[in-house]
């Protein structure tokens, strides 16, 4: 009998690309924790905005966070009000500058993660379940 293998990890460079991108030598810890915070905060601050994916990046003493949304016009906010907001926010929560960049999922039918939570917000708003899988 075969073993199983996480399919995210076997084909991590063939399909996709590191959910983080940083390098560190004695602060590996450090950073992993603070990757998870940032990732934690955004999710849940941006629950109703559709949040596919968060990349990390860090270079030198900046962090830029790439979100990729369903929809954009929600976190941005009028006139960028709400970014500059979520900016301050991150600056605060990393101790560092933060850059936020937003790039929309063209088409979020097709993207799994916002499918399976759109099902789960309707499950939780008690729609019957068959309605919700279609």
């Known amino acids: 009998m075969g073993q ?4 995210i990890g076997l084909r991590l460079n063939i399909t996709r690309g590191w959910e ?3 390098y560190a030598d004695k602060g590996f810890a450090k950073y992993l924790l603070e990757d998870q915070k940032i990732k934690k905060y955004l999710k849940a601050r941006l629950f109703h905005a559709g949040i596919a994916r968060i990349n990390v990046e860090r270079t030198g003493e900046k962090v830029r966070v790439k979100l990729y ?3 954009p ?7 960028g009000v709400e970014i500059e907001a979520l900016k301050q926010d991150l ?3 990393t101790g560092r500058q933060s850059i936020i960049d937003i790039q929309e999922v063209r088409r979020p039918e097709a993207d799994a993660q916002l499918v399976a939570e759109n099902v789960a917000m309707q499950l939780e708003r008690r729609v019957a379940f068959r309605r919700a899988m279609k």
């Open 20 to 22: 983080s991108t940083w």
């Open 69 to 71: 949304t369903a929809r």
């Open 4 to 7: 199983k293998a996480n399919p």
């Open 73 to 79: 016009g929600i976190i941005i906010g009028k006139k």
């Open 91 to 93: 600056d605060k929560l």
